[in-house]
Nanobody, 120 residues
Framework: QVQLMESGGGLVQPGGSLRLSCAAS????????MGWYRQAPGKERELVAG???????NYADFVKGRFTISFNNGQNSVSLQMNSLKPEDTAVYYC??????????????WGQGTQVTVSS
């Protein structure tokens, strides 16, 4: 019905930048919220940043001032600009979305995850 496709992960040196993107496709009536979570080895998945279709954002304290989330309603996509990356930002980053699916209703979806590694 709906798929989330992530891109943009990779290896970057401390202090560097990466941009993650996530595009939703399928039988979408509307997207209510989109966001990014991350999970490091041995740790629980945690919220990084979220955004509503109205543009309201929320960020985890550990990324405030470094990461910026943006939503492109026309393209059903969300991006996460990550600057001043630290080794502790290393994790698998997952896209998440609350979507109203045509003829189905409200559903929550996860992407497959993209690896971000910050290392010198």
């Amino acid at each position: 019905q709906v798929q989330l496709m992530e891109s943009g992960g990779g290896l970057v040196q401390p202090g560097g930048s990466l941009r993650l993107s996530c595009a939703a496709s399928g039988s979408i009536f509307s997207i209510e919220t989109m966001g990014w979570y991350r999970q490091a080895p041995g740790k629980e998945r945690e919220l990084v940043a979220g955004i509503t279709n109205g543009g309201s954002t929320n960020y985890a304290d550990f990324v405030k001032g470094r990461f910026t989330i943006s939503f492109n309603n026309g393209q059903n996509s969300v991006s996460l600009q990550m600057n001043s990356l630290k080794p502790e930002d290393t994790a698998v980053y997952y896209c998440n979305a609350d979507i109203v699916v045509q003829r189905v209703g409200f559903r929550n979806y996860w992407g497959q995850g993209t690896q971000v590694t910050v290392s010198s």
